[in-house]
T-cell receptor
Framework: DTAVSQTPKYLVTQMGNDKSIKCEQNLGHDTMYWYKQDSKKFLKIMFSYNNKELIINETVPNRFSPKSPDKAHLNLHINSLELGDSAVYFC?????????????FGPGTRLLVL | GENVEQHPSTLSVQEGDSAVIKCTYS??????FPWYKQELGKRPQLIID?????GEKKDQRIAVTLNKTAKHFSLHITETQPEDSAVYFCASEATNKLIFGTGTLLAVQP
């Protein structure tokens, strides 16, 4: 009964491949996010969705395409993977939209591009 | 643009000592400042937050102070224990998102 879950936990792949990461939350929240945490531990928001609608796209390359089939799920598809995409990707959710909402993070997906 | 500076980047203390982490934000419209703790290999988790209508908030061994005039806020951990060792992130409210600081790696030496 994990609140925010992600799959897979680890992903090792070759440059140029396409991969997807899935996220699900069972908290009944309306808003979901994708963050990238690089090797220096910087946490950078990539996207946010509210009730399946894209709210934030933080100048992420269009090789990254999020998709929210319903408000409990937010997936991230990455095309033509590059070495610089290696990072930990965290999904998060919050009750509602807004900068004052507590965000609950998933366990992270560790992506390594070779 | 919106920015949150966090210092120090690393902090090593002896068990039982206090630790202080400081952040400065740029957006004067921000009214909400959470702190997240991330243990090694784990997810970030909220440990305490403060809103702009108060200057200080305390929860057992952790406290946060806010100076809106100077746009500073700080995390104070007293009587540190080895399990406090982690990366701590401050954040400030922006439009529909949080802006995170660069993180502080706290090491508590037994």
């Amino acid at each position: 009964d994990t609140a925010v879950s992600q799959t897979p936990k680890y992903l090792v792949t070759q440059m140029g491949n396409d991969k997807s990461i899935k996220c699900e939350q069972n908290l009944g929240h309306d808003t979901m996010y994708w963050y990238k945490q690089d090797s220096k531990k910087f946490l950078k928001i990539m996207f946010s969705y509210n009730n399946k609608e894209l709210i934030i796209n933080e100048t992420v390359p269009n090789r990254f395409s999020p998709k929210s089939p319903d408000k409990a799920h937010l997936n991230l598809h990455i095309n033509s993977l590059e070495l610089g995409d290696s990072a930990v990707y965290f999904c998060a959710s919050s009750q509602d939209l807004g900068g004052q909402e507590t965000q609950y993070f998933g366990p992270g997906t560790r992506l390594l591009v070779l | 643009g919106e920015n949150v500076e966090q210092h120090p980047s690393t902090l090593s203390v002896q068990e039982g000592d206090s630790a202080v982490i400081k952040c400065t934000y740029s957006d004067s419209a921000s009214n909400y400042f959470p702190w997240y703790k991330q243990e090694l290999g784990k997810r970030p988790q909220l440990i305490i937050d403060i809103r702009s209508n108060v200057g200080e908030k305390k929860d057992q061994r952790i406290a946060v102070t806010l100076n809106k005039t100077a746009k500073h806020f700080s995390l104070h951990i007293t009587e540190t224990q080895p399990e406090d060792s982690a990366v701590y992130f401050c954040a400030s409210e922006a439009t529909n998102k949080l802006i995170f600081g660069t993180g502080t790696l706290l090491a508590v030496q037994p």
